[in-house]
Each structure stands twice: as structure tokens, then as C-alpha cells.
């Protein structure tokens, strides 16, 4: 009998579930997400991807290697602001490091806006008597009476996690140490989380912003986890569990509840674990992703097959530090309402119908246009077959709802649908273009890689604003994430600050911190139960003397034994200023901050997905009408019954269960030897 | 005439160019100032100066491009081609301040200028007296630093090195100067490329008439604002503390006419013009006009010549909002900009409660200079912890140390660890300033107590330059004063001592301490309506003083 590995993506409305056999074969399925609590979901999409299997549950999960998983728990809990009660310990006189925000605000003509609310609030941010000093040394004794008195605080007010965080404890953890050992025994239910372990870097705001989050998202974690645990137990699994972390790596439910904070972006971590894969796939390294929701869209970009990397992420308005898949968000999609504002100009979001009441054309009581209403209006979905003909459209409310936007613009309906789908890719275009710019890449190069349900229809036109030439949708969009964190491998990511004049640090010390980092992190790849091979990738936080912000540098060239490693470490840093800054200043001294290293348990690639068998190529299945400017009758086609290899030239619509591709004139297509669609966008 | 989707299609483009310029800017600038505090502004001006988009940084800055758009127009006019740059930072030419340095980029369609592409950013050093520009002795401009009028930088392509190393040679940091300096004119670049690209696609006739309906459409919302107002004649007064020459209590004055959707705001009632460099330049002043119209409409109509269409202002030559060239005005981007601010605000409180906000902190920097014993070297640190909190509003309590009213939350102060091992400084306080916040429905943001020990082995010297010792971020619509800012020196041995905000030359001895109280925001509202949750909250967190029941 064959073996599995299944990969799971709880989103806000489905289960996603993928399975992958030893010969490569695919099966997925979904089942309605049960976001009380997630693991019965997950059960619910285990039964039926076994149903699909011809399998019973037991056998099937008898029959997994590894079960990959990606959860919104740790996301929810900080969007929804329903995370745990949590106390904070901070450096006497430092207590409301997270409250000031660095002096920062945004939105800078929005002075009527009221500040947000701190995640603990002052009454439960308690000072302790100590002191780190910048270089290490001890400045004030831990007060041991202080922290009694703030812990009885803390147990009085029922917290269910404690957060500490003192200064220079990058440096100097001791005090923190002991601080957790007198937590353990105060409040022994209480999920700790101490800077120290969870973000150890100089920079007190990021590192207490980064720990108050973990302390805040730790609890629900942990609870999730280890039902999810229980349950897959109960139905016979005994295999690893493990869990997609926001850097791209996975790691077993025991770390992955220790560092709760670096599961905050699992859900679309996984996105980008596919759209790596299919870099590889593809053999194209240059991929922009392209993850158009109901209310969001999210963009990431892959660089010659490596995902970019960012450490200064907001989730849900909070500061997370650690290393994380760089995903931009923008506040348009599907379900984006249309407005005129009082200028006469028209808007597209950010307001969403959201799930409920949705588009008017959803018929539950939306009576505002959205970018959907405007697509149907438009032609380009399929009243009766929208996802599947699971949900006729009401092109009537839609159409109501577009001419009121008519209406107010004094333009016809058909003007006021194209302007509103218009609007919405301009959004897009800019919003991929910045991204762009903020890595220092030119987007040209890049193809555009089309997931989620709603970007179907906008891809070709926002490849075209963008000068892009080829668009590709991948068969497996909606579930995309699922298989793609199938090819993910375990990570553990380690820190030391080492502050030094890169010219002054002794090569063989440095050397050895990363010697003494790479042993601990096999050792916790060991306790994982881990047996593969490792990767160890070194890397150094740089800045020149008086810069503030820091680079990360590669140092997988420098030879250790050399002659002479700071000299490289200095010269690579000098290269990827360059890279990405234009300028190097190899006169000024080169300051390294943090020393990072990744350790890598290289997880074996799932099979490859077999080749479709060749046949002949499918006729369309209908005639529709769309509007490109006027009124054209296209060929629909259905994407899982096209022949690999089969060409469709635009206009033409090409459909799957979930998204509706438009492919407009002098667009030509054609499916992958996988079944993808690989558009080549033709000129503007 | 253009259909209305390419006019808002139009809208989100410029808005987008704008904001990318500021990302190459910050992506390419070398000094902290710029790529840290992000004190620079990108923007988009017709051929005349009227603006067509401005990215959102600095709010100081919006209105102000216009002014030195037209100054470097006025002069180069038909010999402006293809490949220049214009450089100008003479607050008598078109400048707000000396250390605002604006880079122009002219956008040409086919063998016509269209518009300009430009870059204004505040240098870390231009000159003068002291380092970086801010100098509260000074009593005349020349000390603040080198002057730079409408000036053509590249000709056709060409650097003119001769009148680059002119400006090079005048600066302290020339490196830097010269890091900063080409990613201004790279990232003006950036907007004349994606200009031109525009201008390709949409044809010159019909990009011309989208913008001039974005402008038109601009003008509509603000004017759709104002109109909701009652007509009539509003007065509102501010003060500055002083100017550091002995002229105190400086007021300016605000008369503001409303009728129909239109505003005229007259300050030729304002105090004389002073000796020390409280004095606004006329670009500053109609900058600071600006900014307060651009607080008060709502914040997602875009800054450009239509919005502010509405606006007419009257002021006198020779009074401390429009000096006579050749006085100091370093310091009028925070102070008396913040005063002409505020006097609006104060004018137009009873036309518009639920618009106006309370105060925001005004600015008091300190900067010291010194040895640092661990290295041996020299070093100079500027404060820009302990920010003073931000005033209350309509929508809630003011925002916690988010700092002046001109930046509004745009300006970061960097890491208290950082900063103990980069400079012989110890943090043994940085937190909120709790009773600062101004009492009312809404509470004032509070400010910041920081006390700050000096590590040297040797005296280390320091300079002041702000405001708001004695005047606190005013209050609005019922609601209270925040209290205003106190700094004071404690040195072994002697009497602990008050700073004024205008010092240079204090001398800082090794284990002297400078204990900051800075001010907090303005409450919005009678006291007496605060929720009595949050006032139970404010007392729980500890954000009032024991005795501060009753709104005192």
C-alpha cells in the first residue's frame, strides 16, 4: 500500500487538505473550517480526503509519513484580539516601551484617531528592580522583593501568561532566567515567555513587542495544538505533527507552542512554501505571487527561487520581529466596495461586504457595488456556475448596484463596471510595484503567479499595468498552500547579538559562536526526532558606523580557516549594501550586530506529480459574452478538461472551480505538462 | 473632457508616484535624519509651482513645495531643458528653512516642461555656527548655515562640478552630503520616468485634463467641508514662550474669515518680527496655513492645489511670521509654525469642535557633545526620546509620546539600548509622564520623563533649541491644558537647575543628570463628560497623579 503526506491549511472559511502518494499522485479535498475550535475541522477533512482515497480514516493515517500543518490560531488570536491575559516584567523605569511605539504614528494627517490599545495595558506592565548594563555587566541586583510584589500582582489578576522583558538581556539573560524560575513556582499554569528565548536581539522595542506577542498568542496555541495532537492520537496517528512557521520553516508542535509569535503568518506561509516549489517546478526563479481574496490581497515576491525574507512585519497592528516570509497586504479584493467620494472621484475599498452581508450580486442583503459585482456585470463570471454552481449570482442586485455608482459618476453602467475593475487592478499594480521597489527588483522579469479565488480575473490586466509578460495559474490554486508547505523542511533559526567593529572581531570567536549555535540547533533537531541531512546557513546583521539600520549578509562564502574571515565578512557586507542600496562605503568600518544561523532538517521533496496523459484537445464549452470595451462572444473553457499542452488564445475565459481566468486580446495560453496555465500577456 | 475612471485611475497613479519617489529616497539616503526619521518630502508641482501630489511624510511640508517650485521657475524660466537640476534652500528664495535642501527634477513632454519632480530633505548638516543648523544664538541667517538660492546643478545631464564643490565645501559631512544629495535627485528621478510614462500613455491632452479634474476633485471635498461650517469671523491667539533674545510671550495672531466654502486666514496682526530664529519665512508660514487646513478636512483627501483653493492668506512683511530676509528662522518648522498652527485651531474651535484636536507637544531638542571614554572618540547625540504626547480629539484620547504637531507621529526615536552602547549615556528612566496629559472628555497623550545619566570622563557640552516651557499644548472645546515641558540639570554640588529651551554652551559635567519631563497633549472636551470607565482606567494604569481627581 502506498504512503502519504498529507498537508492541511485551516483558513477562515475551509479546511484545506492535500495528500501526496509515493508515486506523486494528488488528491485534495476541503471541509467547511470549525474556527471554535479547528482540530474538528481538520478531522471533518481528514474523513473525507480518506473517502476520496477509497480509505477508511484509520488506514489512511496509518498509511502518513508526516502531517504538515498551517493554522490561523496564533493569527486569529491577534486580529481578533482575543488572546490571552498577559502580565509584563520590565526593567524598572522601562515599563511602557510598548505604549510609546517609538514616538511613531500612522497615517500622518489623521490627528482625529484614537491610539490603539497596548496589548497588556500599564495596570498589568509591572517594573522590577534590575539592571543590565550596555556591556553586559551587572548594574542593579535582581530586587527579589520587587518581583514577588509583582507576581502576586500578576496572580491576583488572573493572567494566564507572563511576558519579561529587560534591558540587555540579549546580552545578559541571567536576570530573565531567574525571573522565570520564580514565575514557574508563582504562577506554575502560566505560559512564559522571556525575551531571552524568544527574540534574543538588541533593540528593546522589537524584542519586547515580539515576546508580548508570544506570550499573547501562546496560550491558544498551545491549547489547539495539543487537542489537535490528542484527536490525530485517538484516530491512530502516530506520526510527526508539524507546524508551518511564518519564516517558511516547519517545526514539531513542542517548539512551535515554545515560540508561538513565529506562527502568526502559518496560514500564508504556506503560499509562499508553494510558490518557492513551483519555482523549481517551472524553472523559473522569479515568481510574484498574487493571492487575491474577498477583503485582501496578498502579494509576495520569490527571487531566483528564494522567498524574501523581513523582520519588520505588523500582524494585526503588533511588531513581530522574527525572521518572516515577506508578504504585503493590501485592503482590496472581491469584495471591496465601490465609492464616489466627494470629489467626484471613484474608490474601490477599503471598506469589504466581507462574508456576510457580501457582493449585492450574493443576494444576502449587499446592496453596495463591489469589484465582484462589477466582474459579473462585466460578464466574466458565470451566474449559474460560480464556484462550481454551488452559488447562483443575482446579476440583477448586481446590476443595481452598479448603476448607482453609474449614477453618481453620470457615466453609463457598462463605463462604471470596467472603471470599478480598473480601479481595483490599478491597486494591485501599484501595490506589486512598491513591493517591488522595496526589494530593489525590477518587476519586469517577473511572472506573475495567480492563487486565490478572486484573482482569476484581474491577473492579466494587472500583468499587463505592470509590463509583464507571463501570468501563471496553477491547477491546484485554491489549495495551493496546502501542497505547498509539503515541501517545506524543518528550520530553527538562532540570534546572537555580537556588536563589534567587523575589523576588531576575532574571526575564530566568531567562528566559534556560530559553532556553538549550529550544535545547539542540531541538538533540538535531534530532540525532534530528526535523522536527515542538515544545512547550516550563517548569516551577520551589518550597518556602517553610523547608520541604524542593519543589513543581513549572507556568509555562506567566507572561509573560516582562511586568512583572514573578517575581511570577507566585511566584503560581503559591502556587496549586498551595494545590491540593495546602490552604494557601498568601503572606507567605513562594517559593524556587526547579530550573528544568525539557520539550521536546516532537509525533509525529502515529495514525489513528482506524473505527467498528464496526452489527448486531444478539449472544444469549449459554451459561448459567453464579456465586455472588453464592448460586447464579445468567447469561448469558455474548463481548465482541468484541457489537454496538456493545448493552446486557448484570447479573449476567452477559462474556468475552474474556483476562479474564472480572463484572458483578454492578444493573451495566448497554454497548459503545462501539470495542467497549468501558462499565460503569455500580450501587449497593452 | 476626460471620462471619470481615467480621472481616478489618474488620482491613484500620481499618489503611487509620489510614494514610490519617498521609497527610493529611503532606500538610497545615507543620514538617520532621512532614512530613519524620515524627514523628506516627494512631490509633484505644474511648471507655475501649484501642486499636483505630495507623499505623506512631513506634514510641515505640504504647501511648501509650491513656493520653491515658483522661486526656481521665476528664475530659470525659458532656459529650464531636458537633464537639469535645480537645487534651492534660501528661505528668502522660495526655502522654508536652511536645513530643508530641494532638489527639482524638470519633466519634460516632447520640448515642453510639464511639470516638476522634486525632492525636499532635511540635511543632517548645512552649515553655519553649529552642527546641524539649529543655533539659538544666532541673530542672523548667515550663521545658520550656507544659503543656496535657485541653483542649477546639472546642465543638460552635466553636474557642474564647480558649483558642487561650492556647496560640498560649506557642509560638515561631506560624504554624507553627498550620499544624501544623490539619492534626492535619484528618487526626483523615479518621478519624472513614471511621469513621462503617463504622459505616453494617456497622451499629453488627456493626462493634462485627468490631473486638472484629480485638482478640481480635491478642491470639491475640501471645499464640501468648510462649507458645513457656520460663516463668520473667528479669532484665535497662540503664544511662543520666547525667542532666546529677550522678546517673550510672543503671540500670533489669527483672524479667520469663513464664507460659503471659503477661508481667509489673516496673521498681519501677529507680534513684530524678533532677533532669534523663531521667525518663519513667508514659504514656512503659508506651509503652516496649509498644514492646519490639511488637519481639519478629512485625511484621505489628497494634498494638492485644489485642496487648498479655498484658502486665502493675509499677512504682513516684518512680523514673526513672515521676517525680513536676513533673520534666523531655523527653528519655524516647529516653532512658530506650530503657533500659527494653533492659532487657527484656537479661531476656528467654535465653528468646527468636532474637527479641531487639542494640542500636540511642542519641540525642545537637546544635542551634546562630548568624548566618549570607551573609544576615545568624539561624539554628538541628538535627543529625540522622551517626545512629548499628542493632543486629544473628537475620536479619543491623544496618542502617547507620538510628538510635535507638525509631525504627528512622523518622527522616531531609536533604541534606548542601542543608543547606551553607542554613546556614554544611561537610560535610567524613559517612560510616560504620568498627570501630563491634559484633562477632559478626552484625555491628552502623555508625554515622556526620562533621566538620563552622562558617562564621560570629561565635561561634555550641550545645546538646546524648542519651545514650551511655559506655554503647554493648549486645550480644546472644554478641555484642559497638558502640562507644559521641564527639563532640569542636576550636577553634584550645585543647585539642580531649570533649562531654558534656547541655550547653547551648557556645560555637562561626568555624572550629571538630565531629568526631562516632556509636555503632554491638550484634552478635548468638558472634564466633567469623561466616561467614567476610562477615568477608572487612567487611574488603575496610573496615567493621572493621585491628586488629580475633579480634572485638575
Redesign the interface.
Known amino acids: 500500500m502506498s504512503r502519504y503526506r498529507i498537508g492541511i491549511d485551516v483558513g477562515g472559511t475551509f479546511t484545506d487538505l492535500v495528500a501526496v502518494d509515493d508515486d506523486g499522485r494528488i488528491t485534495a479535498t476541503k471541509a467547511l473550517s470549525t474556527p471554535a475550535d479547528q482540530s474538528i475541522g481538520v478531522l471533518d477533512g481528514l474523513d473525507r480526503l480518506s473517502e476520496s482515497l477509497g480509505l477508511d480514516r484509520a488506514a489512511l493515517l496509518a498509511a502518513t509519513d508526516r502531517i504538515v500543518h498551517g493554522t490561523t490560531v496564533a493569527t486569529n488570536a491577534l486580529l481578533e484580539g482575543k488572546g490571552a491575559r498577559v502580565g509584563l516584567l520590565t526593567t524598572e523605569g522601562h515599563r511602557d516601551i510598548i505604549e510609546m511605539r517609538e514616538g511613531l504614528k500612522d497615517d500622518r494627517y489623521a490627528l482625529r484617531q484614537p491610539a490603539p490599545e497596548p496589548l497588556v495595558p500599564r495596570r498589568l506592565r509591572l517594573p522590577v528592580r534590575e539592571r543590565v548594563r550596555a556591556d553586559g555587566s551587572e548594574g542593579v541586583a535582581l530586587g527579589r522583593r520587587s518581583l514577588q510584589t509583582a507576581l502576586a500582582t500578576l496572580r491576583e489578576a488572573g493572567v494566564e501568561a507572563v511576558a519579561v522583558c529587560y534591558l540587555h538581556s540579549y546580552r545578559a539573560p541571567s536576570h530573565e532566567r531567574a525571573t522565570g524560575a520564580a514565575i514557574a513556582r508563582a504562577l506554575p499554569d502560566a505560559y512564559v515567555s522571556l525575551s531571552c528565548d524568544v527574540f534574543p536581539q538588541i533593540k528593546e522595542y522589537e524584542r519586547v513587542c515580539t515576546t508580548v506577542v508570544n506570550a499573547y498568542v501562546g496560550p491558544a496555541l498551545d491549547r489547539y495544538l495539543n487537542r489537535l495532537v490528542s484527536r490525530l492520537a485517538e484516530a491512530g496517528y502516530v506520526g510527526p505533527l508539524l507546524i508551518m512557521q511564518s519564516h517558511g520553516g516547519l517545526a514539531p508542535v513542542a517548539d512551535a507552542v515554545r515560540l508561538a509569535a513565529g506562527a502568526v503568518l502559518s496560514g500564508p506561509a504556506g503560499g509562499v512554501a508553494a510558490m518557492r516549489h513551483a519555482a523549481r517546478l517551472l524553472h523559473h526563479g522569479d515568481l510574484i505571487g498574487f493571492d487575491m481574496g474577498g477583503t485582501s490581497t496578498d502579494m509576495s515576491l520569490v527571487v531566483d527561487g528564494e522567498a524574501s525574507v523581513s523582520t519588520d512585519r505588523r500582524v494585526a497592528g503588533q511588531r513581530v520581529a522574527l525572521h518572516s516570509l515577506d508578504i504585503a497586504s493590501i485592503g482590496a479584493g472581491g469584495g471591496s466596495i465601490a465609492h464616489v467620494d466627494a470629489g467626484g472621484v471613484l474608490h474601490v475599498g477599503p471598506r469589504s461586504a466581507g462574508a456576510e452581508p457580501g457582493p449585492a450580486c450574493y443576494g444576502r442583503g449587499g446592496e453596495e457595488a463591489t469589484v465582484t459585482d462589477a466582474n459579473l456585470v462585466l460578464g466574466f463570471l458565470d451566474a449559474e456556475g460560480f464556484l462550481g454552481g454551488r452559488h447562483r449570482l443575482d446579476v440583477a442586485a448586481a446590476t443595481r448596484a452598479v448603476d448607482a455608482i453609474a449614477g453618481r459618476l453620470r457615466i453609463d453602467r457598462m463605463a462604471a463596471a470596467e472603471g470599478i475593475h480598473r480601479i481595483v487592478n490599478t491597486r494591485m499594480a501599484e501595490g506589486i510595484r512598491l513591493v517591488s521597489v522595496r526589494r530593489g527588483v525590477d518587476p519586469r522579469r517577473f511572472a506573475l503567479l495567480s492563487f486565490g479565488g478572486a484573482a482569476g480575473a484581474h491577473v492579466t490586466d494587472v500583468a499587463r499595468q505592470l509590463d509583464l509578460t507571463r501570468v501563471i495559474v496553477p491547477t491546484l490554486a485554491p489549495m495551493f498552500s496546502a501542497w505547498g508547505m509539503l515541501a517545506s523542511n524543518l528550520r530553527y533559526e538562532l540570534t546572537r547579538t555580537h556588536i563589534g567593529d567587523a575589523s576588531r572581531i576575532d574571526g575564530a570567536g566568531l567562528d566559534a559562536v556560530f559553532r556553538e549555535m549550529e550544535a545547539q540547533g542540531r541538538a533540538r533537531l535531534a530532540e525532534a526526532a530528526f535523522d536527515g541531512p542538515v544545512r547550516c546557513r550563517r548569516s551577520a546583521d551589518m550597518r556602517y558606523g553610523e547608520q541604524i539600520f542593519e543589513v543581513e549578509v549572507p556568509l555562506d562564502g567566507v572561509d573560516w580557516s582562511g586568512a583572514d574571515p573578517m575581511r570577507a565578512v566585511a566584503d560581503a557586507f559591502h556587496e549586498r549594501h551595494e545590491a540593495l542600496y546602490t552604494y557601498s562605503l568601503r572606507d567605513q568600518e562594517a559593524v556587526l550586530v547579530n550573528a544568525r544561523l539557520a539550521v536546516v532538517g532537509v525533509l525529502p521533496d515529495p514525489p513528482a506529480e506524473p505527467p498528464r496523459p496526452a489527448r486531444p484537445d478539449a472544444p469549449h464549452r459554451a459561448l459567453r459574452p464579456i465586455y472588453l470595451g464592448r460586447w464579445i462572444d468567447v469561448p469558455v473553457h474548463d481548465l482541468d478538461a484541457l489537454a496538456p499542452g493545448q493552446r486557448v488564445e484570447g479573449p476567452a475565459i477559462v474556468e475552474s472551480q474556483t476562479t474564472t481566468v480572463v484572458l483578454r486580446t492578444g493573451d495566448r495560453a497554454h497548459t503545462t505538462a501539470l495542467g497549468w496555465l501558462d499565460i503569455e500577456v500580450g501587449a497593452r | 473632457m476626460v471620462?471619470?475612471?481615467t480621472?481616478?485611475?489618474v488620482?491613484?497613479?500620481l499618489g503611487?508616484i509620489v510614494?514610490?519617489m519617498g521609497?527610493?529616497m529611503l532606500?538610497?539616503s545615507?543620514?538617520?535624519i532621512l532614512?530613519?526619521s524620515r524627514d523628506f518630502s516627494t512631490g509633484i508641482c505644474y511648471p507655475d509651482g501649484r501642486l499636483v501630489a505630495q507623499a505623506?511624510?512631513?506634514?510641515i511640508h505640504v504647501g511648501a513645495l509650491p513656493w520653491a517650485a515658483k522661486a526656481v521657475h521665476d528664475y530659470f524660466g525659458a532656459t529650464i531643458r531636458p537633464g537639469d537640476v535645480y537645487l534651492l534652500n534660501d528661505p528668502y528664495r522660495g526655502g522654508n528653512h536652511i536645513p530643508d535642501l530641494t532638489a527639482f527634477v524638470p519633466v519634460f513632454d516632447g520640448d515642453r516642461l510639464a511639470f516638476w519632480s522634486i525632492n525636499r530633505s532635511h540635511q543632517s548638516d548645512i552649515g553655519g555656527a553649529t552642527h546641524g543648523a539649529y543655533n539659538p544664538m544666532a541673530t542672523e541667517i548667515w550663521q545658520e548655515g550656507i544659503r543656496i538660492p535657485p541653483l542649477k546643478l546639472h546642465d543638460q545631464g552635466r553636474l557642474r562640478e564647480d558649483v558642487y564643490d561650492t556647496i560640498v565645501l560649506n557642509v560638515r559631512h561631506p560624504?554624507?552630503f553627498r550620499?544624501d544629495l544623490?539619492a534626492m535627485i535619484?528618487s526626483a528621478r523615479v518621478g519624472e520616468r513614471r511621469l513621462r510614462a503617463l504622459l505616453a500613455?494617456l497622451g499629453s491632452e488627456r493626462a493634462e485634463a485627468a490631473i486638472a479634474a484629480?485638482l478640481?476633485?480635491?478642491?470639491?471635498?475640501a471645499r464640501?467641508?468648510i462649507a458645513e461650517w457656520p460663516d463668520g469671523e473667528y479669532v484665535g491667539v497662540a503664544h511662543l514662550d520666547d525667542d532666546g533674545h529677550g522678546y517673550h510671550d510672543i503671540p500670533i495672531h489669527a483672524r479667520v474669515t469663513k464664507r460659503g466654502s471659503d477661508l481667509t486666514v489673516d496673521l498681519s496682526e501677529s507680534h513684530p518680527q524678533v532677533i532669534g530664529f523663531v521667525n518663519s519665512s513667508y514659504p514656512n508660514m503659508r506651509s503652516a496655513v496649509a498644514m492646519a487646513l490639511?488637519?481639519l478636512i478629512d485625511?484621505?483627501?489628497p494634498?494638492n492645489d485644489g485642496t487648498f483653493r479655498p484658502l486665502q492668506v493675509i499677512a504682513k512683511e516684518g512680523t514673526v511670521v513672515w521676517a525680513r530676509e536676513g533673520a534666523p528662522v531655523t527653528l519655524a518648522t516647529n516653532h512658530c509654525a506650530q503657533e500659527i498652527l494653533e492659532a487657527i485651531m484656537r479661531a476656528l474651535e467654535p465653528a468646527c469642535p468636532e474637527?479641531v484636536?487639542a494640542g500636540?507637544g511642542r519641540r525642545f531638542r537637546i544635542a551634546i557633545q562630548g568624548k566618549d571614554p570607551r573609544t576615545g572618540r568624539a561624539f554628538i547625540w541628538h535627543m529625540?526620546h522622551a517626545?512629548p504626547g499628542?493632543?486629544a480629539?473628537?475620536?479619543?484620547?491623544?496618542?502617547?509620546?507620538?510628538?510635535e504637531w507638525q509631525a504627528?507621529?512622523?518622527?522616531?526615536?531609536?533604541?534606548?539600548?542601542?543608543a547606551?552602547?553607542r554613546f556614554p549615556l544611561?537610560?535610567?528612566?524613559?517612560?510616560?509622564r504620568p498627570g501630563s496629559g491634559g484633562d477632559g472628555r478626552h484625555r491628552g497623550?502623555p508625554g515622556?520623563e526620562l533621566?538620563l545619566v552622562l558617562e564621560t570622563a570629561e565635561p561634555a557640552v550641550a545645546n538646546t533649541a524648542g519651545d514650551g516651557v511655559k506655554y503647554p499644548s493648549c486645550g480644546m472645546h472644554g478641555g484642559l491644558d497638558g502640562k507644559p515641558h521641564t527639563y532640569t540639570l542636576r550636577s553634584r554640588g550645585r543647585r539642580p537647575r531649570k533649562l531654558l529651551t534656547k541655550e547653547a554652551g551648557i556645560e555637562l559635567r561626568p555624572g550629571d543628570v538630565l531629568h526631562v519631563l516632556s509636555a503632554g497633549g491638550g484634552g478635548w472636551g468638558d472634564p466633567a463628560e469623561r466616561d467614567p470607565a476610562a477615568r477608572e482606567?487612567d487611574r488603575?494604569?496610573?496615567?493621572v497623579l493621585d491628586d488629580a481627581e475633579g480634572g485638575r
Not at chain 2, 426 to 432: A, D, G, K, P
Not at chain 2, 540 to 543: C, E, V
Request: glycine letters at 14%.
Open positions: 471620462d471619470p475612471i480621472v481616478s485611475v488620482q491613484h497613479r503611487a510614494e514610490e521609497e527610493a532606500r538610497t545615507y543620514s538617520q532614512n530613519s505623506e511624510h512631513v506634514p560624504r554624507d550620499g544623490a535619484g500613455e484629480v478640481d476633485g480635491a478642491e470639491r471635498q464640501a467641508v490639511a488637519y485625511p484621505d483627501t494634498k474637527r484636536m500636540w529625540f517626545r499628542g493632543g480629539s473628537s475620536a479619543g484620547d491623544g496618542w502617547p509620546s507620538a510628538g504627528a507621529g512622523g518622527i522616531k526615536f531609536g533604541s534606548v539600548e542601542v547606551e552602547v544611561h537610560f535610567r528612566r524613559h517612560e510616560l497623550g515622556c533621566e482606567r488603575a494604569d496610573g496615567f
